[in-house]
């Protein structure tokens, strides 16, 4: 690694994002996805086992799906049901707290790196609007236009001839924006913003108290950062961090400007009450490493904040097989979501690696595996009949069904999905998309029946159960004490989050 920057004491630490040399590890962070590499360079899957013993995640169990159900009243997502989402870090609590509570926030994001999103980028927004939906809760979605600015830059030869300005990211994050809003979120309930055009009032104070507990080493650490990275860079995270907590957006939870001028006097209960509200962040795997730097801050806060709760992807995987991920800097990895039909049929036929035999009669005589077939993972994905999708692994393990025949199906599939989106996209104008990226009060719901309205998450003040409880207004269902039954089953859940809470601090 060329570290040659005369800075002091951290140690020099091996950098990706500075040394491209080939790793034969398995390689998982923000800036990294990598199988492992045999000694023959072959690329392996990504084995997602050893990442929950490795990141020290929870695996997503039967015993969730059914938790899940039994709250929400609605059948798991796909994504879910087939463990497609795979791993949580305390994903009980959240369904306790909306048990309990009636509410939590929903946070995901961007980083735009190109004018167009590919097929994977939408595996998270797919289940969060789900998520949005069954919940009835807020949600913001952070563009980072910042952090792929400052990453194109880093990577660029002496950081100093990058050709690339911050408007050209800005411009991604509004292109990307609409690809978001096509995925169809509830406008009352959605605030999405770039970082170039929002960030300032709360967000930056609490980006800036939480960049005071951070060290070089716990970043160079988590992200592979070295000597020579820009202090953009290894600073970014905190904001990425900090995007989780309610009170970087009084906005959206109807509370001005609260440490202003007007300070009201109750000012102060009011942004413990937003802090309070936990968050629930859906994302793959490779965005973890920041949400676990964040966790172990939370409650360091000034006004702490309930350790964000996970809920973990694995990665769709790249056109190529499952050693990667579908990756916007490789475009003959992925399908973007502006590819015509013929370009995904192309695309598929020629570059979808399958888990087929050599000949027709090898097929016919001892069958493909679906498992490793880029074809069928995709329509895992993305084919929402159970009983068809177990029917084509069926008929493929058994010979019956041929490699030309799952990629034709695949293809009708994606076409259809993508065709779709691109018409609703047409619909999404810069209009549409301010409205989103305004801030002001959202409207949600929550838990129509919560059991504890009055407890707060963080068991200190009044929680804010809806956009109108943060600002100190008194909903009807905050003043019912819930069922005898409601009561007893909040009992068991808090005796179980006390069980939960025992367990060992996360990893740093
Ligand atoms: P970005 O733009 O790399 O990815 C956006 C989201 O998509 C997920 N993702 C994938 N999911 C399935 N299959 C894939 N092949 C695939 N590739 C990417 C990512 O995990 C992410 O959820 N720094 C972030 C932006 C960000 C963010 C967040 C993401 C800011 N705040 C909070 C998640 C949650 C980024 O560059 O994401």
Known sequence: MATTDAVGAPPAVKSDLEDKKASAQQQIDPYNVAGEVDEQGNIKAIDYDRLIQEFGVQPLTEEHLRRFETVTGKKAHRLMRRKLFFSHRDFDKILDAYEQHGTFMLYTGRGPSSGSMHLGHTVPF?????????????????????????????????????????????????????????????????????????????????????????????????????????????????????????SSYPDLFGLKDYRGPDYPPEAKR??????????LIPCAIDQEPYFRILRDRCERMTDPHPKTSLILSKFLTALQGPGGKMSASDPNSAIFMSDTSSQIKNKINKHAFSGGRESLEEHRKLGGNPDVDVAFTYLSYFLEDDEELEDLAKRYRSGELLTGEMKQRCIAELQKFVTDFQERRKKVTDEVMREYMRPRKLEFGGNPSPTKPKAAANGDEGTASSGGAADGEKTAREDGRGTKGERKAAKLAEKKAQKLAQRPKDAE
Do not use: W
């Not at 009011?270 to 968050?279: D, E, F, G, Q, V």
């Open 126 to 246: 797919l289940f969060t609007k789900e998520l949005q939906e069954m919940f009835d809760v807020p949600l913001v979605i952070m563009m980072t236009d910042d952090e792929k600015y400052l990453y194109t830059r880093n990577k660029t030869e002496g950081h100093q001839k990058a050709g690339v300005a911050p408007e050209d990211f800005l411009d991604f994050a509004h292109e990307n924006v609409k690809d978001i809003l096509a995925l169809g979120f509830d406008p009352m309930k959605t605030f999405i913003y770039t970082d170039y055009e929002y960030l300032g009032g709360h967000f930056y104070r609490n980006a800036s108290e939480f960049e005071s507990l951070v060290t070089f080493n716990q970043a160079a650490g988590a992200f592979g950062f070295g000597n020579s990275t820009n202090i953009g860079l290894i600073a970014y995270g905190a904001k990425q961090c900090v995007a989780a907590f309610p």
């Open 270 to 279: 009011r942004h413990k009450t937003l802090a309070s509200i936990p968050t």
